[in-house]
């Protein structure tokens, strides 16, 4: 896989993620073309359900700065392209057991098309997110003392 195009580095501190499904997009030709100049943000966007179909909202994608009067809207909802089967787990993971889609990262696949990788996701409590980060520092901390070797400096 490439070099991801925008990050929600953000969801695995804040969402358990229990399942990642990947969906394709669709986008405008202005779009994609500010899509390869590599800007885009998805930190705020979630994926919601509307009628028999998924959406992303809130995600970022700037005008593209050739384009004249036929740029865009920055923050469109953007229909989500999956499996009938995967559209149906989501929509009763959603509707059922009240989990979240959250999107984790966008990138180009192999054959050059914007996909997009999201996760079902339950929220974390203050405390979750503490052991989160008390586990995250350990690990630094481990990495830190197996570099040196285990000598105090």
Do not use: C
């Not at 999107?103 to 050059?112: A, H, I, S, T």
């Not at 989160?132 to 003392?145: H, I, P, S, V, Y």
């Amino acid at each position: 896989m490439t070099k991801p195009i925008a990050e929600n580095r953000r969801a695995r501190y804040d969402y358990f993620i229990e399942e990642v499904f990947e969906a394709g997009i669709m986008l405008t030709g202005t779009e994609v073309k500010s899509l390869r100049v590599g800007r885009a943000n998805i930190a705020e966007s979630y994926a919601s359900v509307e009628g028999r179909e998924i959406k992303l909202i809130n995600a970022d994608i700037p005008p593209y700065g050739h384009a004249n009067r036929f740029n865009h809207e920055p923050r469109r909802h953007r229909k989500l392209l999956l499996h009938r089967k995967q559209i149906e787990k989501l929509i009763g993971a959603v509707q059922r057991d009240g989990r979240t889609m959250i999107p984790l990262k966008l990138y180009w696949n192999d054959k050059g098309l914007a996909k997009l990788e999201i996760g079902l996701a339950k929220g974390k409590k203050n405390h979750d997110k503490r052991e989160t980060e008390a586990a995250r520092d350990w690990q630094r901390d481990k990495a830190r003392l197996m570099k040196s070797g285990g000598r105090d400096d």
